[in-house]
């Protein structure tokens, strides 16, 4: 089985920095790498997929990088609405698409 | 609408048995491979099961293998999970999730208790 591995696994930053999450898969995933936003209270939202394709509806400032075995969501400048978990996933084990352990985001 | 929309959830007793219900609409169903995703209590999204557009192809993570069971209806536009041999760490809120990637779908959650 294809382990998602994420870090780190929490993160404080101040409205308007560049935050970065990176994602590792235990083996090639080429670019089948998906990253979730999950609020509390919320069904998980897709941000990106294909590891760089931003989901419609998604703002700008989330884009995503990687391909093989290293992944990266990266927020530009951090707003308030961007507190949430992080979820990557993986797409290219079919029908068995694990997460990494996610990424919980806050505001400093 | 397009929506999926999650049924069956409840308190059940360790060692017991539920069944979940899934039910899709304002879409073509038949089209998208579905699957299970759980969130325990304080802990992360995991997935748990998926089924192919014709019930061709079945997975199940180690967690629940040889417990929970996949089905769908094409007919009823409805996917199910049986679960069996509840267990305590099975507590969680229960997604269903249409495809994946760009085509995703989530539904809102169904509770799944165990407990004494």
């Known amino acids: 089985d294809i382990q998602m591995t994420q870090s780190p696994s929490s993160l404080s930053a101040s409205v308007g920095d560049r935050v970065t999450i990176t994602c590792r898969a235990s083996?090639?995933?080429?670019?089948?790498l998906n990253w979730y936003q999950h609020k509390v209270g919320e069904a998980p939202r897709l941000l990106i997929y294909?590891?760089?394709r931003l989901q419609s509806g998604v703002p700008s400032r989330f884009s995503g990088s990687g391909s093989g075995t290293d992944f990266s969501l990266t927020i530009s400048s951090l707003q308030p609405e961007d507190v949430a978990t992080y979820y990557c996933?993986?797409?290219?084990?079919?029908?068995?698409?694990?997460f990494g352990q996610g990424t919980k985001l806050e505001i400093k | 609408e397009v929506q999926l929309v999650e049924s069956g959830g409840g308190l059940v007793k360790p060692g017991g048995s539920l069944r979940l219900s899934c039910a899709a609409s304002g879409f073509t169903f038949s089209s998208y491979a579905m699957h299970w995703v759980r969130q325990a209590p304080g802990k992360g999204l995991e997935w748990v099961s998926s089924i192919s557009s014709t019930s061709d192809y079945i997975f199940y993570a180690d967690s629940v293998k040889g417990r929970f069971t996949i089905s769908r209806d094409n007919a009823k536009n409805s996917v199910y999970l049986q679960m069996h041999s509840l267990r305590a760490e099975d507590t969680a809120l229960y997604y269903c999730v249409r495809d994946v990637a760009a085509a995703v779908l989530w539904g809102q959650g169904t509770l799944v208790t165990v407990s004494p």
């Open positions: 996933q993986q797409s290219y084990s079919h029908l068995m698409y694990t």
């Open positions: 083996q090639s995933i080429s670019n089948f």
């Open positions: 294909a590891a760089s």
